[in-house]
């Protein structure tokens, strides 16, 4: 007559369990030195479950301002219904010095990534990936 809680909810977890839309940046790394003044390529991947990701946006100051990156997965048909996608955009940073590349996504319903950081339990974790990347010149 009841829903009995599962394991996981027993332990404090959501019983939806609902995938939150994710980003990451995996080039550059943390910390790398990158050309001032000169494009370099950032690439990563993005998910968010069974609902696709239609658009991912990366900011080269912080989440102040975003660009378009591309999704070059996308033209082709995914691997299956719960695959990631990976993205790259080219960036140009005009200043020298330290700088803070940051990615959200946009999953396949039109809703953008929350950048609300969250801790994992009970919902799973939310928020933005960004790196910190130094420019200068001559690299």
């Known amino acids: 007559a009841q829903d009995a809680p599962g394991y996981w909810e027993q332990r404090g977890w959501d019983e939806q369990a ?9 080039y550059p790394t943390a910390g790398q030195i990158v050309p001032m003044g000169s494009p ?19 900011s080269p100051d912080g989440g102040k301002t975003w660009g378009r990156a591309q ?3 996308v033209a ?18 005009d200043q020298s010095g330290p700088a803070r ?19 994992a339990l009970p919902s799973g974790s939310t928020g933005w990936h960004a790196i910190r990347v130094v ?5």
């Open 18 to 26: 609902v995938v939150r839309t994710m980003s990451r940046i995996d």
């Open 40 to 58: 370099f390529r950032a690439y990563g991947i993005a998910f968010s479950g069974d609902r696709g990701i239609s658009a991912v946006q990366l």
């Open 71 to 73: 999704l070059p997965g």
């Open 76 to 93: 082709q048909a995914p691997l299956g219904p719960l695959t990631g996608v990976r993205w790259r955009a080219d960036v140009t940073l």
């Open 101 to 119: 590349l940051t990615v959200r996504a946009v999953d396949g319903t039109g809703a953008v990534q929350s950048g609300q950081e969250t801790a």
């Open 135 to 139: 420019a200068a010149a001559g690299h």
